[in-house]
């Protein structure tokens, strides 16, 4: 396959709100972004994923955008965001912002005028229906909310919402508002910003006539439209193909040969993409079934399209909380989830705190949380009848809170993360948990994260490999092979709180150990069978 820039890059998300406050207000800003980048380019990172910081009344933390040519007020303004621009490419970064463009806010002017009169010249720019029977159009239940239809009093008819109430969904039907929307792409793109990670940028096209659905609880029907591949082809060549920037699509509901269409080499639409085949529907550690996802995402994308691989982000709970084991095996279950991310085949993401550990969280109350979606939830369904300590309890494991309390960066108060009162509490173990200390510790998560990701640049093997699996049917470990130029790399992860044996299959002899969570010989016999402690990862490159 073709080599380029993006294939060979690590991501750091940054979700700047919970990341570093600088002025007090207790919401992270660019500014802070500025003061830690030499932080985060000492971890070896190549690009930066900033999340919206557009103009927002933030009833979902920024995915609502009120102006796509303003920078929210909790985030700085537009000479910050240059400035910091600049300061990522001093450092020989790259940056990449979100593009939220299936829906905006119910205060953007756009939407404000398009709901002002059923002839209004911007009534087209989103999706309006007439009640069907004297009621919503259809019975398709949204994200955020119980359906996707809100009617508006004053004209009579219902608007359409992937997301919350406040979220309307643009029509991409309409002409007009995509060459806007490609308009405001090419505004940030000349600012010189390096590419877009795309918010669920299949959903743009809506299936015709919105008819209602068997079981309106399996929302795919929202995705994957007839008419999505037009409109990221023209994407693509009214906007990005006169640049040189990467996309990542964020892309729920797809099997590897849907993904394909998406990020086929030959199909000048995205790069690379997240399908949700683990965050969104593996809700707890599965090992089997982990590695036929992994199969067969590289199966349907070998040679022809591109990978990501990420285990949280900021709607998905900690990765060791949520797949590892953040108690007695904090440490080693971090770095091995590490390895494994940082060695399959795909871009590997990394996101902001993860690098030290960080875990979820478990507040009192749900006075305490923020996220929309769970609060959404929780309205709906304590509303139902069902008992609310019962219901707060689902929805802990699950709240988008558990990965955007404030970086943990020191033992003092808030953990260094503001002077002020924090917009969302931090985690009480930031004292255990936080950058100064893992910068003080030769064996922490953040120095192993760094070898990971300085090996990537020394060993084309982590990036173009071949991918094997050596391990389809074992429940606890996860053993496969890159191999590349006549280079093989094997790697053997035991998912398992208890130790595991390990027999190496016979062709194999010898091995050089590249990188372990554990101390091991430098040079392993593969004669024997290896006992793998709980949690253990160890790479090696081969003598074969
Ligand atoms: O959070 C999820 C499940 O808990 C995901 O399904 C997520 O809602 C979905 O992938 C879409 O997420 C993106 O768009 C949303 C925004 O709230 C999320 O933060 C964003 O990542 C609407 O813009
Ligand atoms: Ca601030």
């Known amino acids: 396959m073709k080599k380029t820039w993006w294939k060979e890059a690590v991501v750091y998300q940054v979700y700047w709100r919970s990341f570093y406050d600088t002025n007090g207000d207790g919401y992270g800003d660019l500014q802070g972004v500025i003061e830690k980048l030499d932080y985060i380019k000492s971890l070896g990172v190549d690009v930066i994923w900033l999340n919206p910081f557009y103009e927002s009344p933030d009833r979902d933390n920024g995915y609502d955008i009120s102006d796509y040519y303003g920078v929210m007020g909790k985030a700085g303004d537009m000479p910050t965001f240059e400035t910091l621009v600049k300061a990522i490419h001093e450092r020989g970064m790259k940056v990449i912002m979100d593009l939220v463009v299936n829906h905006t806010s119910d205060k953007h002017p756009w939407f404000i005028e398009s709901r002002s009169s059923i002839d209004n010249q911007k009534r087209d720019w989103y999706i309006w229906k007439d009640p069907k029977d004297g009621r919503e159009p259809s019975n398709w239940r949204s994200y955020f909310a119980p359906s996707t239809w809100e009617l508006d009093e004053a004209t009579g008819q219902y608007y359409f919402h992937s997301f919350a109430v406040e979220q309307p969904d643009l029509n991409w039907q309409n002409p007009e508002l995509r060459s806007e929307i490609y308009k405001m792409m090419r505004f940030w793109l000349d600012k010189g910003i390096d590419g877009f990670r795309m918010d669920v940028i299949n959903l743009l096209a809506k299936q015709e006539g919105f008819p209602d659905a068997e079981n309106p609880f399996d929302i795919s029907y929202l995705a ?86 990420f285990l949280n982000n900021h709607d998905h709970t900690r990765q060791v909380t949520r797949y590892g084991n953040d108690r007695e095996y904090r440490v080693e279950s971090a770095k091995l989830l590490a390895t494994m991310v940082h060695t399959l085949p795909g871009m590997p993401y990394v996101y902001q705190g993860e690098e030290i550990g960080m875990t979820g969280v478990r507040f009192d109350s749900i006075d305490d949380y923020d996220d929309v979606a769970m609060k959404n939830k929780y309205k709906e369904l304590v509303e139902k009848g069902q008992d609310p300590d019962e219901v707060f309890e689902s929805l802990l494991l699950p709240s988008r809170d558990n990965s955007r309390t404030p970086m943990q960066w020191d033992d003092s108060d808030q953990a260094g993360f503001t002077s002020g009162r924090p917009w969302i509490k931090v985690n009480p173990n930031y004292r255990g948990i936080n950058v100064e200390k893992a910068l003080k510790d030769p064996d922490s998560v953040f120095y192993y994260y760094q070898k990971l990701i300085s090996l990537r640049k020394d060993h084309e093997v982590m990036v173009y490999g071949d991918y094997k699996d050596l391990s389809k049917d074992d429940p606890n470990l996860y053993v496969y092979t890159r191999t590349y130029n006549g280079k093989t790399w094997l790697v053997i992860l035991n998912h398992s709180d208890k130790a595991n044996s390990y027999t190496p299959v016979s062709e194999i002899s010898t091995g050089k150990l590249i990188i372990s969570n554990y101390p091991n010989e430098d040079c392993a016999d593969f004669s024997e069978t290896m006992n793998i402690r709980p949690h253990e990862a160890r790479v090696y490159e081969l003598n074969i």
């Open 224 to 309: 994957n439209n007839p008419g999505i591949h037009d409109y990221l082809q023209e994407m693509n060549r009214e906007v990005l193909q006169h640049y040189d920037v990467m996309t990542v699509g964020e892309i729920p509901f797809v099997t590897p040969e849907e993904g394909l269409l998406y990020v086929g080499e030959d199909r000048n639409e995205l790069n690379t993409l997240f399908h949700f085949q683990v965050a969104d529907e593996m809700a707890t550690w599965d090992m089997l079934r982990y590695k036929e996802i992994q199969t067969r995402w590289y199966e349907g994308l070998k040679g022809k399209g591109w990978n990501s691989q």
